[in-house]
């Protein structure tokens, strides 16, 4: 049994909370080339905006300590780089002082599945940044669930079964798995308000085995603080009674509205980017999404593709930017704006506080008010 683990997070920044720093990628690829054939199967290093991920193949397992500390290793050391090069918000996801156990709750994404290594074993793997786990909802679902992105749910006898969808409610910690197709409406009113319900799995009925995984954990949940929107990862094992991978990438072409971009706190849409494109930089956004496409064989990552590195991406991308203009002109109205129980940080309590002896009833059961006095009309023919 082969896990692929993905974990990322935000140790600083490049200009601001744009990219990675070259010099922290290049210390966390010595690190991951010296645990390779050892902890690790295998191991590289990727990045969306100022989201630095490690892509890595072991046979430890989901969850084990051992990956999930070296992680934080590579995380502190990279974090160290940011310090000493004055880069923005180093060490901004490491929540904890100590590692203790697993990264669950400590800041660091991560998205992990086990797989039992098919003779071709195609893997894609999405880094976003600028935008929140529940960003893969919609294309999970077109994935798995949608016959008119995925012709195979219909014609291929290994996916006409469905998929289970296990579901995370982040707000109260809790999980539900739905088994599509019986269940599509029930899923869809979940995971349709993406802050709260994210799909955390996809399970294949016929194959028995995780189809797709994402990471869940939400920052500003967890530190009870802002802490930057905890910009999401996933894994999609394809073909064979899988999506293919045309089928994966097809959600894409439609630049769907997330929730993150500036301040963590607007509407804005999901742009599908090549690796060398993945810096978000207007109004920090549009979120974007990088796709490394992996053939896993005998553990080995081999030679990443840059999916999205492609022309026929170029019409999501204009209209991500179309969409772009047409969500900032409204400034600081929602939709662009979100709603203000969603909002990353907020100064709503201070001016609310300020503000609150100057509020007056004015329904039927308020006392009558003396109006105040209107202005005097202007003298006619004056001037
Ligand atoms: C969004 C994000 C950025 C920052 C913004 C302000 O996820 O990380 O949009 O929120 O640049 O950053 P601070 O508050 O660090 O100045
Ligand atoms: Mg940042
Ligand atoms: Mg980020």
Request: proline share 9%; charged share 20%.
């Amino acid at each position: 049994m082969l896990t692929l683990s993905i974990i990322k997070a935000d140790t600083g920044g490049w200009v601001g909370h744009s990219s990675v720093h070259p010099r922290m990628t290049e210390v966390a690829q010595r690190a991951v080339d010296s645990a390779r054939g050892d902890l690790l199967v295998d191991g590289q290093v990727a990045s969306c905006g100022d989201d630095l991920a490690l892509v890595m193949t072991h046979e430890r397992g989901c969850d084990t300590e051992a990956v999930h500390r070296f992680a934080w290793d590579v995380f502190q050391q990279t974090t160290g780089v940011a310090r000493d090069l004055g880069l923005y918000g180093a060490g901004q996801d490491l929540l904890s002082d100590a590692f203790s156990g697993n990264l669950r709750g400590m800041g660091p994404g991560y998205a992990e599945l086990d797989l039992t290594e098919r003779p071709s074993e195609p893997v894609l793997v999405f880094l976003a940044d600028k935008t929140e786990p529940g960003a893969w909802n919609l294309p999970l679902y077109k994935m798995f669930a949608d016959p008119f992105n995925t012709p195979g749910l219909i014609i291929d006898p290994h996916m006409h079964d469905g998929f289970l969808f296990e579901v995370y409610d982040l707000f109260e910690e809790r999980r539900l798995v739905l088994d599509l197709p019986s269940e599509l409406y029930d899923l869809l009113l979940f995971i349709g308000a993406p802050a709260r319900y994210v799909v955390h799995r996809v399970v294949s009925k016929t194959l028995g085995e995780t189809a797709a995984a994402t990471s869940t954990q939400r920052l500003s949940l967890i530190a009870g603080r802002y802490v930057g929107k905890d910009d999401p990862v996933m894994a999609v094992r394809c073909q064979s009674g899988l999506p293919a991978v045309g089928e994966a990438l097809e959600p894409f072409s439609f630049p769907y509205a997330v929730a993150g971009a500036m301040r963590g706190s607007h509407h804005a849409p999901m742009m599908p980017v090549a690796a060398a494109d993945a810096h978000p930089t207007r109004f920090d956004g549009p979120p974007r999404v990088v796709c490394l496409g992996y053939q896993v064989h005998d553990g080995q990552l081999g030679m990443p593709r840059d999916m999205f590195a492609d022309p026929s991406f170029d019409r999501a991308r204009a209209r991500a930017n179309e969409v772009m203009d047409y969500f900032r002109a409204h400034g600081p109205f929602e939709p662009h704006r979100l709603p203000l129980d969603d909002m990353e940080y907020t100064t709503m309590p201070a001016v609310a506080a300020r503000l609150t002896d100057r509020w007056e009833p004015f329904g039927p059961e308020a006392p009558a008010t003396v109006p105040a006095p209107l202005p005097a009309p202007a003298t006619a023919g004056a001037g």
